[in-house]
């Protein structure tokens, strides 16, 4: 199941809003799906249930400036 997201302080100390599913299957790899300029994490939404149907873990987050993040920063 995709996760509700969270705000993740980094070590740089900047915060940035995130989603993250751990791989079900144990031979299979976490997918960092990033997104560009103007759109935001909510452009993977119909991509992500399919990974994490196939058994992939699926990192994804708003940049400094793009939604979420945005909002937790203004």
């Known amino acids: 199941k995709y996760s509700s997201g969270h705000y993740v302080t980094l070590p740089n100390g900047h915060t940035i809003y995130a989603r993250y599913s ?42 400094r400036g793009q939604g979420h993040t945005l909002a937790y920063n203004s």
């Open 22 to 63: 751990p791989a079900q299957d144990p031979s299979k790899s976490t997918i960092v799906l990033m997104n560009g300029l103007p759109d935001t994490l909510n452009e993977w939404r119909k991509k992500v249930p399919l990974l994490i149907e196939k058994g992939y873990g699926v990192l994804t987050f708003d940049f």
